[in-house]
């Protein structure tokens, strides 16, 4: 399971023009899902999501989670991150999670992230999303459970 976040001063997303999630201040998280990846590789990347070190504190340095700030986290399934890009110039997307099998952790993720945030956006999962941002730094990370 892949996560690339993003701290962000702001960001939605959008399908058919019409917004289906939105935050100030917090984390976007573009999540892509493998083929062999579980509950258990879910719960550990969203521990460690909520509890990454990304936001400033008083002396302008790396010591804030995004509860210790109150923000917002937006959540948007990307396949993409799971392609393989070591071959060729085209990605192959083989070690992708099937659909059913995506949406179910999807959905998963989302419900624990829920339950344990406050402030939780989403996207559509297998839409066309418009995903707009303010990237704040511009801070990003790439965050793997294997």
Not at 36 to 42: K, R
Not at 97 to 123: D, I, S, W
Request: with cysteine; aromatic share 6%; hydrophobic share 45%.
């Amino acid at each position: 399971m892949k996560g690339l976040i993003q701290r962000v001063k702001n960001a939605a997303v959008s399908v058919d023009g019409q917004t289906t999630g939105a935050i100030d201040q917090g984390i976007l998280l573009l999540l892509g899902i493998e083929k062999n990846d579980t509950e258990l590789q879910a719960d550990k990347l969203l521990d460690k999501l909520l509890a990454y070190r990304i936001f400033a504190d008083a002396d302008n340095k790396m010591n804030c989670n995004l509860q210790h700030i109150n923000g917002g986290l937006l959540i948007v399934s990307q396949f993409t991150l799971a392609a393989d890009t070591n071959k060729g110039l085209r990605p192959s997307f083989s070690s992708a999670a099937t659909p059913a099998h995506a949406l179910e952790l999807y959905n998963y993720f989302v419900a624990q992230a829920t339950l344990k945030h406050p402030t939780v956006a989403t996207g559509i999962f297998a839409a066309d999303m418009q995903v707009s941002l303010l990237n704040d730094g511009p801070v990003t990370f790439m965050l793997e459970m294997h």
